[in-house]
């Protein structure tokens, strides 16, 4: 089945602005449009339900709710029970809570597996850890390729390991790792896994449960809703852990990891990032499944979407001699992200390219150890080139042919 990508688009108010017309938007790794039906969400609560949540009073208890459906509906699509998802404002800040609670449950001599393929949230607060007398080791690319490989994994595992933390895919790199099969080693070896899923999840949000995933953190603001952080976290590993929260709340899961006050009006909203998901399930097809399986009909629709406009775009820039194409050239295992080295400034390249209507960065996107890995100077940094499922073809042309007057 193809993605009906008209209907798509008109769900997503950017696409009506005067302002945006004649442009087209390839930054979206560093966030996405925001679709309809969270901006409704997101206004009603601003107009009608601004109250402190869970009181007795009708706008009080509406608020609380909402909130309580985000929390329930987004936990169903991910495969997850309900408490084991916690909101936070930033997935910055939820790793760096994780990493705090981490720190005061090992032991001097314990040992955590980080990657350098990371954007620098999910490995950055573990590697501090080190002051603690934690034991870091790091699991290395391929600094040609980018590539993780599993066998580097296994090599470095033994019985002082207790957490690996890696990426669903880089942001830079692009390719996606095999989280599952990774998740089944980790845990073999009697560890536990904390997957980053920021520059995943927009192409599709995952069934986190069946993945196996112990943690698994992405950003709301770019799986096309408001700026908070997502996080799950297994109940077991959720309550060994010491409790981050108010000492009153240590008995509620999703709660344990919050220290600060919740944005009750942004995780209200965030219920419409499910109502988008059911909306474009309705839009493709009539049968009535769960919501686990209509998130992963959706996601397997996103993702052949992307993939069939992904590939000519990696052909052309491995056709270029001038540019440094990161990561696979099959789009099968790559996420929409595409990020090309260049001997030209990036952020100047990004510069021209505006003139010629395409919205693109430069930079070193928070992944400098990456980018050092393979051989990058990240002050110098690459363009990237990311869109996700409501990019169309026409876009895609025209990026192309602004790269050719550019480069």
């Known amino acids: 089945m193809k993605l009906d990508i008209d209907y798509i688009r008109k769900q997503f108010p950017a696409f009506e602005q005067n302002s945006l017309q004649g442009q087209a938007f390839f930054e979206n790794a560093g966030g996405s449009y925001t679709c309809k039906p969270v901006i409704d969400r997101l206004t009603r609560y601003y107009n009608e339900r601004k109250v402190q ?28 029970d309900t408490d084991e998802v916690s909101f936070g404002p930033s997935t910055t800040q939820n790793t760096y809570v994780l990493a705090q609670a981490f720190g005061q449950h090992l032991s001097a001599g314990d040992v955590i597996i980080v990657t ?18 934690i034991e870091i080791r790091e699991w290395k690319i391929d600094g ?29 790199v692009g390719e996606i790792n095999d989280v599952g099969a990774i998740c089944k080693v980790i845990h073999a070896s009697g560890a536990y896994s ?76 965030s219920a419409g990032m499910a109502d988008y998901i059911d909306n474009v399930y309705g839009h493709h097809a009539s049968e009535v499944i769960s919501a686990n399986g209509r998130g992963m009909f959706v996601h397997d629709l996103f993702r052949a979407h992307e993939t069939e406009l ?25 996420a929409a992200t595409v990020a090309v080295a260049l001997k030209a400034n990036p952020m100047g390249v990004a510069t021209e390219l505006a003139h010629h209507g395409i919205m693109a960065g430069g930079g070193n996107f928070y992944a400098v150890r990456c980018l050092e890995a393979q051989g990058i100077d ?28 550019v480069l």
Request: charged share 20%; hydrophobic share 35%; net charge negative.
């Open 378 to 405: 990240p002050d110098h940094g690459v363009l990237r080139l990311s869109f996700v499922h409501y990019t169309n073809k026409a876009e895609m042309d025209k990026l192309m042919t602004a790269l050719d007057k």
């Open 194 to 269: 904390c997957v980053d899923g920021v520059s995943y999840a927009p192409h599709g949000i995952p069934n986190v449960g069946a993945l196996g995933a112990d943690i698994y953190l992405f950003s709301a603001y770019k799986t096309f809703g408001p700026h908070q952080g997502i996080m799950t976290i297994s109940r077991e590993l959720g309550m060994k852990l010491p409790n981050q929260g108010h000492y009153f709340n240590a008995n509620d899961l999703y709660k344990r990891f919050t220290p600060a006050g919740p944005d009750h009006a942004q995780i209200a909203a």
């Open 53 to 80: 949540p869970y009181a007795p009073y009708e706008a009080s208890t509406l608020a609380g709710a909402e909130m309580d459906e985000a929390r329930t509906r987004l936990a169903e699509i991910l495969g997850v």
């Open 116 to 133: 350098n393929q990371d954007h620098e949230a999910n490995t950055g607060p573990w590697r501090r850890l080190s002051e603690r007398g």
């Open 144 to 172: 040609d390729t980018g590539h993780l490989n599993l066998q580097d994994l296994i090599n470095i595992l033994d019985e002082k390991v207790k957490l690996v933390c890696f990426p669903h895919c880089s942001n830079v």
């Open 310 to 334: 992904l590939q000519p775009l990696l052909d052309y820039l491995s056709s270029k001699s001038s540019v440094r194409l990161l990561g696979p050239t099959n789009a099968a295992f790559k």
